[in-house]
């Protein structure tokens, strides 16, 4: 017996010593090649087999296999796989993948993209793959939804009319570029995603760099910072075909070629989409054709170009009204209502729409001067066309009509039942039945059209292995041209308009340009210089200078005769400068601090210098907007949890508040309001949390306060005469900012069945959101109440994808809903007398939505 149990010992021994000897080790660490920095959650998986292991949060992976030599396949989502050969227990170091994308890191250079652990700013990113999963009907900027100091709304509701704030600042005062290329409109710095419409299908990645950001353009961002790259050319040969539906009639489908990198250097890809449906909000049917385009060439190793073209022509229906709460609820459509459409000859008609294409087309240079130094120059164009939709009554007394004609797109006598939709046909009667005198009430677009050249050029130069220069120039010149035509005029002949001192019959038809005609002219020369220096591998800083002069000027073709010399203003010039600098160190491999500090001033915008709209009360002495910020972050990457606090403070003074006012029946004025001074400060936690390599977890939590800084008084009101003729004062002390949500929170988890095949689910909640008001409008000593606080809401979104073979080709089948419980919740709200529920004029967000799609690959 005892002898058996020697024996029986000899084999276990035996058995573990051979599975012992069988178990290969493989380890590396993987790299992407445009900025040499970590890929976490690439696949590496033994060729031929299901076993495999993904990277840590620095790239690294250890695989363990029971075969003692072959293959494995290295994978990332947007870069050309690797297959490498092992044999034995190895260490395959460093493996660098190359982008999939061909140009991809000269776009990174123009576009400022931000490096992890190693630029000083405080920063997320967005794949194009969660785009992809997480987009679906939801507006563009909503993917940014889970990122710290982000509110996104789809505003009213219509198709591309989603906006976006960062830190508390909205679009007007956050950068967005496209490639690099600023796409902020010249004249007030708004965004309009509508534009975009398509933008999801070809973004490559987004990443929003928040505060001072990474920009080394004289781009002067208040609030952060968001850089969209597109595709570029994909290497190798292949396309897709996608077809997608939702709720309320929506649907889309697409296709994307790419020829690949061909012997001749070429290589091209090409997009196109259309979507279309009846819209979640009544009366917000739309249609939309998008389209993409990039052609590039490699003369030779010094030189290589890329061509791009990209838009979207569409055209929907808007919610441009804010409804009291007590409206939705005694509405049949509930939080769907919409009072600006209605029915005409039985067709749905929009009383406001937009509809607009602007094809945004850019060509880059790519000159590798040496070994040390390239130049990235990008030539863009953008030529806009198009406007958003209204109502025009007459100007002149119309014998038969009584009170304003504007009245009957807002009565409820003219309405389908007391909160129905317009009858059109009503006021057409009307119209017609007293054609002799033209019509009372027609529609109307606002247009604004533009024509936006520019070019943007910057050089790198590395120094030495420490220390990098890079410099650049940014020229734009724009013209925007404003005017209103006549639509519909809703079955009259003609309507009366008499704005144009041109046209002293004021008669106008359909096409004819009505209430106003200008031109805004705008120039903008920037320059930058910027110094990166590597103390060493652990730790990075810079120091980064910018100056720029903005230019305006306008044209008025309607207030002023031709040979009148007040018809065209004089150009008036405005300088703005900025500086700003950090640094980045890491601790250990685990641990990273940083911080980082900036002032810039930032030109005023149009309206500030031409306040009355007009010719001759000019703001040309106009102040700057001055804005300091500050910033400290920490890091820490292990192998499975990844987090990041950033606490920060930006200090926003002499905001542009340019206020006009009518100082008897033909006299006016207006205050230019210096001292509407804000900060904004807060703390963002956001992490990644490994727990398996199926399974990740991310969070976040952003406390904002953001406040009013002081009162201001005594604030001047001129006359045309730059006379002052009246004072007031603005109470705004300590009030919280409005229009976003100072409190955000963020839960989600990413389940992976295969690597084809994930399911996701997103936890957002929204708190200490206060009514948006005008800081100018708060002249009582006696009233120093907040706005109205919206209730706080949260609300879950889930999205599933699979991937699956059909016959040769890769597929995939995706199926998001969002907003799974169907919750009700107040998503933007206005301001009302006494800052209460009852007053406060809202929208209200979206119900439960779905879509789901499929793509196959080819």
Request: aromatic share 12%; net charge negative.
């Amino acid at each position: 017996m005892k002898k058996f149990s020697h024996f029986l010992c000899f084999v276990v021994l035996t058995c573990l010593s051979t599975f012992a000897y069988a178990q290969t080790t493989i380890t590396g660490k993987i790299i992407d090649s445009d900025m040499n920095s970590p890929l976490p959650g690439a696949n590496v998986l033994v060729k031929g087999t299901s076993n495999g292991a993904t990277t840590d949060f620095d790239g690294d992976f250890t695989l363990k296999t029971d075969v003692k030599s072959g293959e494995v396949v290295i994978s990332y989502v947007g870069f050309i796989s690797q297959t490498i050969a092992f044999s034995g227990n190895t260490d395959l170091g460093t493996i660098t993948l190359q982008s999939s994308d061909l140009g991809l890191d000269e776009v990174q250079i123009i576009a400022s993209v931000a490096v992890d652990r190693k630029t000083p700013v405080a920063v997320s990113t967005v794949k194009a793959a969660d785009i992809a999963l997480k987009l679906g009907t939801q507006e563009f900027p909503e993917v940014l939804k889970s990122t710290p100091g982000v509110y996104a709304t789809k505003s009213g509701g219509g198709y591309g009319d989603g906006r976006i704030n960062l830190r508390g600042f909205s679009s007007e005062n956050v950068a967005v570029m496209i490639n690099g290329v600023p796409v902020n409109d010249m004249e007030n710095g708004a965004v309009y995603w509508s534009n975009w419409a398509g933008l999801g299908d070809v973004t490559s990645s987004m990443q929003v760099q928040r505060g001072l950001g990474a920009a080394k353009v004289a781009v002067p961002s208040v609030g952060g910072t968001i850089n969209i790259l597109t595709k570029t050319t994909d290497v190798e040969e292949g396309g897709n075909v996608m077809a997608s539906i939702g709720n309320d009639g929506y649907r889309k489908y697409g296709v994307t070629y790419s020829t690949g990198l061909m012997e001749n250097g070429f290589a091209a890809t090409v997009s196109a989409a259309k979507t279309d449906g009846d819209g979640y909000v009544k009366g917000t049917s739309f249609n939309a054709v998008s389209y993409f385009l990039n052609v590039s060439k490699e003369i030779n190793d010094q030189h290589k170009l890329s061509f791009t073209a990209f838009g979207a022509k569409q055209r929907h229906g808007q919610r441009q009204n804010r409804q009291l709460i007590e409206t939705y609820r005694e509405s049949e459509d509930g939080i769907k209502y919409n009072q600006d459409w209605g029915y005409k000859n039985g067709q749905v008609t929009s009383i406001e729409d937009n509809f607009y294409h602007k094809p945004q087309i850019s060509l880059n240079h790519y000159w590798n001067l040496s070994d040390n130094t390239t130049i990235s120059t990008a030539a863009y164009a953008s030529f806009g066309s198009g406007g958003g939709g209204g109502t025009l009554g007459s100007d002149a007394e119309t014998p038969g009509f009584e009170g304003d004609a504007r009245y009957k797109f807002t009565s409820a006598d003219y309405r389908i039942g007391e909160y129905g939709p317009l009858d059109f046909d009503r006021i057409v009667e009307e119209n017609i039945a007293h054609g002799a005198n033209g019509s009372s009430a027609a529609l109307r677009a606002s247009r604004n059209d533009h024509n936006w050249y520019g070019v943007l050029s910057t050089l790198k130069s590395d120094l030495s292995d420490d220390l990098v220069f890079l410099g650049g120039l940014d020229f734009r010149n724009y013209k925007g041209i404003h005017f209103r035509e006549v639509t519909d005029l809703l079955g009259g002949q003609f309507i009366i308009n008499e704005d144009n001192v041109n046209n002293p019959s004021g008669v106008s038809k359909v096409g004819d340009k009505v209430s106003y005609y200008n031109d805004g002219l705008v120039g903008w020369l920037g320059a930058f210089a910027q110094v990166e220096y590597d103390v060493n591998e652990d730790f990075n800083t810079f120091v980064s200078l910018s100056a720029s002069n903005t230019s305006y000027k306008r044209v008025d073709y309607f207030q002023y005769t031709p040979d009148d010399p007040l018809r065209e203003t004089d150009r008036y010039n405005f300088f703005g400068f900025g500086a700003k600098g950090g640094a980045n160190y890491r601790l250990t491999e685990n641990h990273n601090v940083f911080a980082n500090v900036g002032y810039f001033e930032k030109a005023p915008d149009f309206d500030a210098v031409f306040p009355n709209y007009n010719n001759e009360e000019i703001n040309g002495d106009a102040e700057n907007q001055k804005i300091l910020s500050f910033e400290l972050g920490y890091g820490f990457r292990g192998d499975k949890l990844s987090a990041n606090v950033n606490l920060y403070r930006t200090t926003w003074r002499d905001r542009t508040e340019t206020i006009p006012f009518q100082l008897n029946e033909d006299e006016t004025g207006f205050a230019n309001i210096l001292g509407i001074n804000a900060i904004h400060q807060g703390i963002e936690v956001d992490f990644v949390y490994r727990a398996t390599d199926k399974l990740n977890i991310t969070g976040m939590v952003s406390l904002g306060d953001w406040r009013w800084e002081d009162d201001v008084t005594d604030v001047q009101i001129l006359n045309e005469e730059q006379e002052v003729v009246e004072t007031l004062d603005v109470y705004i002390a300590d009030l919280h900012v409005g229009d976003a949500a100072q409190t955000t929170l963020a839960l989600g988890a990413t389940y992976k069945f295969t690597d084809k095949t994930r399911f996701t689910v997103d936890y957002n909640y929204f708190d200490n959101l206060y009514a948006d008001f005008d800081p100018s409008d708060r002249n009582d000593p006696d009233f120093r109440e907040d706005a109205w606080k919206v209730p706080a809401y949260g609300v879950f979104d889930t999205a599933f994808t699979h991937g699956f073979k059909l016959g040769s080709f890769d597929a995939s089948l995706t199926a998001r809903l969002n907003n799974v419980f169907n919750t009700t919740y107040i998503a933007d709200a206005l301001d009302g007398t006494g800052s209460t529920a009852q007053t406060a004029l809202v929208y209200y967000g979206f119900g439960r939505t779905f879509s789901f799609g499929t793509t196959i690959k080819f």
